[in-house]
């Protein structure tokens, strides 16, 4: 569920990975990368950036 409104926040947001992880409730951005991969399969800030550029395209 966290990480569901972290990828929400990525992409809606201009906030940095960190800032959003302290967000959605992990203390420590480290591990809430580690997190986010094992969900995603895509970094955070990679997430972030690919829907921001395929958002820029259309």
Known sequence: MR???AAQLLV???LSVSEVAY????NNAKYFA???KAEFEVL???YAGK???LASDS
Not at 23 to 26: A, I, R, T
């Open 44 to 46: 955070p800030s990679e």
């Open 34 to 36: 580690k997190q986010f």
């Open 51 to 53: 829907t921001q550029s």
């Open 3 to 5: 990480l569901q409104r």
């Open 12 to 14: 809606r947001s201009q």
């Open 23 to 26: 967000k959605v409730g992990y």
